[in-house]
DNA sequence: TCAATATCCTACCAAATTGGTAGGGGATAT
DNA sequence: ATATCCCCTACCAATTTGGTAGGATATTGA
């Protein structure tokens, strides 16, 4: 399950998404418009830029924007930068790789299964986009 | 992520398939042969049993097994049991739905995207069975 | 240059979840 | 009868989650 938090940041981002090329947009005012408590917002949109998503200004008018494309941002880009790892298990994940105590990697069957999942969700998530998810909205 | 808690069910039930038909195995066996602490497998195999998937049988001789043939017991059935929703948003998950505040979900643009993920990774775990585990090890 | 504006940074906090442990109760085969 | 083994309840520490509070820092425009 993606965190409250994830879920707050793709709101946001979305909110940028449909008014990229606009100009800065108030971190208070997505609060608002998005329904998201205004300090912890202000966390999210940080993090997201230090992951070269966001671009910031600041001073009067200031605010957040897209550094790149909605087209350009894809949804496992965006989880693995505010949630996690996308992969069920730590071994089997390509961003966030652990190894497993007492096992056989190469031989684990439980892994090659997660592997086989872990594609299959990837192929979606790096496929679809911020343009996805606004222009699906209709 | 899975929970560890999960994996630990993972490497129970592994073990009994290969075991599948060869009476009941102490809780105590599987413990010590998959390095899993006895108190908590404990709890594990008992929910396993309430969810239908081992039986069990008490005093001197007892122990548990797998109820069905490891052929139809699913990863995705596992996963529900132990780690709770696959879908990654709430208000997409089919066993475990729930719904959204403060969003219409018939023109959600991130409910879209996340129904086709849950429906890509479900493919892969209602079909892949205990068995596909054990017999992917060699 | 000074004040207003807005992001950035650090610290703190309560509640929930995770990963266990402890200890005894109850069923069952021999 | 008793040793064996599953079952149940309660507890616990560490981590994560979802916030809040308050000020530091950068920018703009009058």
Not at 46 to 72: M, Q, T, V, W
Request: net charge positive; with cysteine; aromatic share 8%.
């Amino acid at each position: 399950m993606l965190s409250k938090k994830t879920r707050y940041a793709f709101r946001a981002l979305s909110y940028l998404a449909e008014n990229y090329g606009k100009g800065p947009i108030l971190i208070c005012t997505i609060s608002t418009e998005k329904k998201i408590p205004l300090k912890f917002l202000e966390g999210i949109l940080n993090e997201l830029k230090k992951a070269n998503l966001l671009e910031s200004k600041k001073g009067k008018g200031g605010g957040y924007f897209l550094k790149i494309s909605p087209k350009k941002i894809n949804l496992a880009t965006v989880i693995r930068v505010i949630n996690g790892p996308i992969a069920l298990l730590p071994c089997v994940s390509l961003n966030f790789y652990e190894k497993c105590e007492d096992c056989d990697e190469e031989h684990c069957g439980i892994r090659k299964m997660m592997t086989i999942t872990r594609d299959a969700t990837l192929k979606i998530l790096e496929r679809k986009t911020l343009h996805d998810i606004i222009f699906a909205t209709v």
